[in-house]
């Protein structure tokens, strides 16, 4: 299973030790640590034989003078050219095992038939892989000079990517940190990682492949997977990818589900590939007619996509994150295919959390993607909690949740941009314009009446509309109002059809959705953490 794009960052270790004591517990023979140009490779590698106390190599030193040309000039090397220089790196791998000298080796090494000519038969290499964004290293390539690889070859690095698969016992490591924490990350998978047949475990850290368990007993919504940071923790279940569970310091801020209930009202649900409504499920889209199951019958409505009652796969699990995904195959409808992940990682600032989707298949693609989390500031009823929602327009909707054009908040019933009671007023409404901060971020606050603690959401990256829903309308009675689903949206209601922010995935090309939560408390006076987030200005904030 492809993955195209991540976020977060491992929790940095400790500061470097010695070489002699960092070396403990590291397999002896060599480390070879792979991913595209501009990942960092050649600094996380010498940086890690220092600390290991290991000679380094660099495979770029074996391609041969034609190889080097050919990138210099722009031109990607075909597998013929990339053969005397894997005969190369083998040979000298040998050599150096044979004579027991330790070692650090980097290399993109992008397909799988590179990596296993490289470890096979060699059981005491151990592989790094170094992953992140294409955006994060095409900036990475267009700030570095005097290098033979450029920036305009990353798409080619790209399309010949084939991450390393679980039976090759990969520590993967996220670039999106300083070097030292690179390495500390590094290190601590090796020590966990001391054979081929044991792949890193528990604390080992999220990107590791994922670890076998004692069996559970069955659960209506599939496994249980449970993340801890300090005094946070967080549950994601194997159906749909769901958000189950999120608390901190002992506090629940998730008006969410237990492990043997069945899910309703969407709760922490990943509505992939569109969210919220789709008008009698019927739509056009590059000269087909298309009709979806209509699963909002009452409203003839197709929503919140196909995905939620499918169960997920494990990808890659440690204490602090998790890594989950599946595939939505083509079928009548949506005859598309796509690869979906979502990553859930905790931090000392919260939960993050970034769905990322890739098409696979050979035609363009119809995306919306969006979450549907409930959250609770231990209110009972939401009547007296404060909301702050940093937006500048509301949508209209008709009889079946459609909508039917967009009106600015100020001064109305919807304008929440300042905290105030939600009170007896109802939602189930699509905001837009949203308002973001110097990070990019919108930030919707829930605040207990005291105004002395509550629970932030941010919306970033892929985040265009948010969906505010008091739950008036909840098949349970006894559910209705207890929390407020704050739902990151790329797009709004009916998107399919109106073509209004619909995302057109091409073959191979991936969106993110990037939205998280962070509790909050103050000890001062009532109300003085509730202000709404600073405005930014005029071309600061989302356009429409």
Request: with cysteine; proline share 9%.
């Amino acid at each position: 299973m492809h993955r195209s794009e991540s976020f977060g960052a491992l929790t940095p270790g400790a500061p470097p030790a010695p070489a002699h004591d960092a070396a403990a517990g590291v397999p002896a023979d060599l480390v070879l640590v792979i991913g595209a140009s501009g990942s960092g490779k050649s600094t996380v590698a010498r940086l890690l034989a220092a600390r290991l106390g290991r000679a380094y190599r660099d495979a770029d030193e074996f391609h041969p003078p034609a190889n080097r040309a050919k990138m210099a000039a722009g031109e990607p090397l075909t597998d013929a050219d990339r053969r005397p220089w894997l005969n190369a790196i083998a040979a000298w791998m040998d050599q150096e095992i044979a004579a027991r000298r330790p070692a650090v080796v980097t290399g993109s090494l992008l397909k799988r038939a590179y990596r296993d000519q490289l470890l096979r038969g060699r059981p005491g290499v151990r592989l790094v892989y170094l992953h992140g964004s294409r955006e994060l290293i095409r900036s990475r390539l267009a700030a570095r000079q005097g290098h033979f690889f450029p920036a305009a070859l990353l798409d080619s690095q790209f399309a010949d990517l084939q991450e390393p698969e679980p039976d090759e016992h990969p520590c993967v490591v996220e670039i999106d940190q300083p070097p030292q924490a690179v390495v500390s990350a590094i290190v601590s998978l090796l020590r966990a990682d001391t054979s081929p047949d044991h792949p890193p475990t528990g604390a080992a850290a999220i990107g590791t492949a994922p670890t076998e368990e004692p069996p559970m007993p069955p659960r209506a919504t599939g496994e249980q997977w449970q993340l801890r940071h300090g005094g946070q923790s967080a549950v994601v279940v194997q159906l749909g990818g769901a958000l189950r569970h999120y608390e901190s310091d002992g506090r629940q801020l998730l008006d969410g589900f237990t492990a043997d209930a069945r899910i309703t009202g969407g709760r922490g649900q990943l509505l992939v590939p569109w969210p919220n409504r789709l008008g009698g499920g019927r739509y056009h889209f590059n000269g087909q007619d298309l009709q979806l199951p209509l699963t909002e019958p009452e409203k003839l409505n197709a929503i919140h996509g196909l995905l939620r009652w499918t169960p997920w796969q494990l990808l890659a699990r440690g204490d602090d994150g998790v890594r989950v995904g599946t595939t939505l195959f083509p079928q009548p409808g949506y005859p598309f295919q796509l690869e979906v992940f979502a990553e859930y990682r905790l931090g000392p600032q919260g939960l993050d959390v970034a769905v990322t989707a890739t098409n696979v298949g050979d035609t363009a693609a119809p995306f919306g993607v969006g979450q549907h989390p409930y959250l609770t500031v231990g209110t009972g009823l939401v009547d007296p909690a404060l909301l702050t929602v940093p937006a500048r327009y509301r949508l209209r909707t008709d009889e079946q949740g459609l909508p039917t054009g967009q009106e600015p908040v100020e001064g109305g019933a919807y304008d929440f941009r300042t905290a105030r009671p939600i009170g007896d007023q109802q939602l189930d409404t699509a905001f837009a314009g949203l308002e973001r901060d110097g990070s990019g971020r919108a930030v919707v606050r829930l605040a207990h009446s005291s105004g002395l603690h509550g629970i932030d959401l941010w919306l970033g990256e892929g985040t265009r509309y948010v969906q505010v829903y008091t739950g008036d309308t909840l098949p349970e009675p006894e559910r209705r109002r207890r929390g407020v689903a704050v739902e990151a949206m790329s797009c709004p209601a009916d998107a399919f059809r109106s073509g209004r922010d619909l995302i057109t995935l091409e073959p191979g090309r991936s969106h993110v959705l990037r939205w998280g939560l962070g509790a909050w408390e103050t000890s001062g006076e009532a109300g003085a953490a509730v202000a709404a987030p600073d405005r930014p200005t005029d071309n600061e904030a989302d356009r429409q």
